[in-house]
């Protein structure tokens, strides 16, 4: 079964310190996406990206994020200069389409980053 | 504001039945989903809802009114695998999903 993958698994880093998570999506999937959830808490949406472009971002995703589609197949998410609230389990998801648009067009997470910042 | 509300535990003993509700106000509605999440672990797809009335698949099913803002997610013949969080998610009018907190469910032989 297609799945999406992360790197890394876990990463620890210090406060100020730029970090890259990096995602495979399914590969024939269109719209790509990054959710982050502090442990214990709910699952919250950063940013979604179709044709190339960032299609939607919420409050979260300020200057401080950054996504880039460098290669046909990688989707990555940069923090510039991570903060301690930074820590958190971050998902990387792709879909076919739209959730709710024609059918469900459910959304495959990946396994998921943990980052921990100190 | 947009809000999505699910109790944030429940417990219940295998072999019996558990049902999860969800309420939700959102702008717009495209579909509700449920997800399972266990813990340190992706949420997977198990249900969506986009008319009212109930979808059943095995040993889950879920039932949506959209006049009542309301959905839930009915667990029968509980496995001691189905310790999880359950996410409701709403697809609002621009197709963006809110999420719900999830409701941890505990299952106790």
């Known amino acids: 079964e297609p799945e999406v993958t992360q790197t890394p698994s876990h990463q620890v880093t210090q406060m100020g310190q730029e970090v890259i998570l990096r995602c495979v999506p399914i590969?024939?999937?269109?719209?790509f996406y990054w959710y982050r959830q502090i442990l214990g808490q709910k699952v919250e949406f950063l940013v979604s990206?179709?044709?190339?472009?960032?299609?939607?971002k919420s409050e979260i995703f300020d200057d401080q994020f950054s996504v880039e589609r460098p290669d046909g197949s990688n989707f990555t998410l940069k923090i510039r200069s991570t903060k301690l609230e930074d820590s958190a389990m971050y998902f990387c998801a792709s879909s076919e389409g739209l959730q709710g648009v024609s059918g469900a067009n459910v959304l495959t997470f990946g396994a998921g980053s943990r980052l921990t910042v100190l | 504001g947009q809000n999505i509300d699910q109790p944030t535990e429940m417990t219940a003993t295998e072999g019996a039945i558990v049902q999860i509700n969800c309420t939700y106000q959102?702008?717009?509605?495209?579909?509700l989903f449920w997800y399972q999440q266990h813990a340190g672990e992706a949420p997977t797809f198990l249900s969506y809802?986009?008319l009212d009335g109930l979808e059943e698949k095995g040993r889950f099913s879920s039932f949506l009114s959209r006049s009542k803002g309301y959905s839930y997610l009915l667990l029968k013949e509980l496995q001691m695998k189905d310790s999880a969080s359950y996410l409701c998610?709403?697809?609002?009018?621009?197709?963006?999903?809110?999420w719900g907190a999830g409701t941890k469910l505990i299952i106790k032989p």
């Open positions: 998610a709403v697809s609002d009018s621009n197709y963006q999903l809110i």
């Open positions: 990206f179709y044709n190339n472009e960032i299609s939607e």
């Open positions: 809802n986009v």
């Open positions: 590969s024939n999937h269109l719209y």
């Open positions: 959102t702008s717009g509605f495209n579909g």
